[in-house]
């Protein structure tokens, strides 16, 4: 998108501004000449300022965020309110508002920015780059309904209030609120991102297809919720590993995302004993002998930790947390009792 062209949009957009609020600020008010919500990404509040019609102070369209001091057009709160990370698809979007015909491609050296490609670890930077925290979101909430509410150690996990979803290159894209989850290597270097979408009516998963997907590199990597030392537990899920951190609230864990990608986890140098959060079916069997297998192999001492029903989650939901307490002392060392339930006794 060239700048003209940006300029062009984001002075159409501007003759439309309050339109554009109401339609992507949706947590936002009108007051005077000014619409205004707490940031840029549509969280509620009243920080953020956008003028609404032309004045000697400024154009229509133009906001500034006076906790921050951020700043920008409208434009940038398309970019920022749905998650887009290429300037192509916010133009698309603004181009849809404003129901104007898609241009003619231009040359690649007018691009602004180098697009990332679709899937790749900068594609996941960026979007974790525009989540927040999940802070009375939805996420909250969701993980809430799921019988996860200590989060502590949880700065891995975003919440995105228009994460795009699209079911296959062919059909349209939808967007919804998202649970965004940053995979990293052992350097804590950000190598992907999970995305789990949800329904804001029902605090569920959204009723789509695919509710959660994963993009980046994956393999060896992980979704880490502390910092790991001696010990550590490593599970697939992400909200299964949370529920066991429930009864081990100190204990470093990683969701690797996947049985596959449990099996290839790669082990910190310091790693003395690995707790496996098994789940209950073929894979999750799978998945503990290929990594009782490697940490043997390096003197890494192994202990399965199985749930009674199918995961954690199952057993956190339907069993309750005081079970899950007393199942999980029962399966770890005992000087790991006084070590990571010390706070959960």
Same mark, same amino acid.
């Given at each position: ?65 006076? /906790? ?14 749905? %998650? ?5 698809? +916010? ?67 975003? @919440? ?10 062919? *059909? ?5 609120? *998202? $649970?965004?989850?940053? +995979?990293?290597?052992?350097? %804590? ?35 880490? @919720? ?5 010990? $550590? ?33 790669? =082990? ?29 192999? +390096?003197?890494?001492? *192994? ?34 009792? /006084?070590? =990571? ?5």
């Amino acid at each position: 998108m060239t700048r003209q062209n940006a300029s062009d949009l984001a002075h159409s957009l501007g003759l439309q501004a309050e339109a554009v609020c109401r339609h992507y600020l949706s947590s936002g008010r009108r007051e005077g000449r000014y619409w205004l919500v707490g940031d840029v990404r549509n969280t509620p509040g009243r920080s953020m300022y956008v003028r609404l019609k032309d004045s000697p102070k400024g154009v229509a369209g133009k906001w500034t965020d006076a /906790a921050t001091g951020e700043h920008g057009d409208l434009l940038d709160v398309i970019r920022e309110s749905c %998650g887009l990370i290429d300037f192509k698809d +916010v133009a698309d979007e603004a181009r849809t508002f404003l129901s104007m015909p898609s241009p003619e491609p231009e040359p690649r050296f007018q691009e602004r920015q180098r697009p990332a490609p679709s899937g790749s670890p900068e594609a996941a930077r960026r979007l974790i780059g525009m989540a927040q925290p999940i802070t009375g979101t939805i996420v909250q909430a969701y993980l809430r309904e799921r019988g996860i509410t200590d989060l502590r150690g949880t700065g891995n996990l975003r @919440f995105h209030p228009r994460c795009y979803y699209r079911p296959d290159e062919h *059909a349209p894209t939808e967007t919804w609120p *998202a $649970m965004i989850a940053a +995979v990293t290597d052992l350097d %804590g270097k950000i190598t992907g991102a999970h995305r789990t979408w949800l329904d804001p009516r029902s605090r569920d998963k959204a009723p789509i297809d695919t509710p959660r997907r994963a993009m980046g590199d994956l393999l060896g990597n992980a979704v880490r @919720f502390g910092i790991g030392g001696e010990v $550590m537990a490593a599970g697939e899920g992400i909200e299964t590993v949370l529920s066991l951190r429930q009864a081990l609230p100190d204990m470093p864990m990683l969701a690797a995302l996947s049985a596959a990608h449990l099996a290839a986890i790669l =082990f910190p140098d310091t790693l003395r004993r690995l707790y496996i959060v098994r789940d209950n079916d073929p894979a999750g069997d799978g998945a503990r002998d290929s990594l009782i297998e490697r940490a043997n192999v +390096v003197g890494i001492e *192994a202990i399965v930790i199985s749930p009674a029903l199918g995961d954690f989650n199952e057993d956190l939901r339907t069993l309750g947390i005081e079970h899950l307490r007393q199942q999980s002392r029962t399966q770890i060392a005992p000087q790991d009792v /006084a070590r =990571f339930m010390a706070l959960a006794a």
